[in-house]
Nanobody, 122 residues
């Protein structure tokens, strides 16, 4: 089994900063891409940023210049540094990772964290 545990959410004023962390643990052979998504009330879950195992990143336009995704491969952990937060960033943030488990399968599966609430007050 694989577990994804998120931390770092909370309440912050507009212009403030938060850092989210997501650690994968368990029966892990290898992790490919990792990413962050978010879902605001009444809206669909949307991509925020992704990072490859080699460190190549992609950030959606709405967070470019404010959010930075990074990862520590030794710790199987992905981070999201969020600066200059805006009320419209309020959402539940989910991490995602493509993981190959130890064993005979060579397939990668997508795993999700439990979600962490980020609330930005104006």
């Amino acid at each position: 089994q694989v577990h994804m545990v998120e931390s770092g959410g909370g309440l912050v004023q507009a212009g403030g900063s938060l850092r989210l962390s997501c650690a994968a643990s368990g029966n892990i052979f290898n992790i490919n891409d990792m990413g962050w998504y978010r879902q605001a009330p009444g809206k669909q879950r949307e991509l925020v940023a992704t990072i490859t195992s080699g460190g190549r990143t992609h950030h959606v336009d709405s967070v470019k210049g404010r959010f930075t995704i990074s990862r520590d491969n030794a710790k199987n952990t992905v981070y999201l540094q969020m600066n200059s937060l805006k009320p419209e960033d309020t959402a539940v943030y989910y991490c995602n990772a493509d993981i190959r488990e130890k064993g005979f399968s060579i397939l990668y599966r997508g795993y999700w964290g439990q979600g962490t609430q980020v609330t930005v007050s104006s």
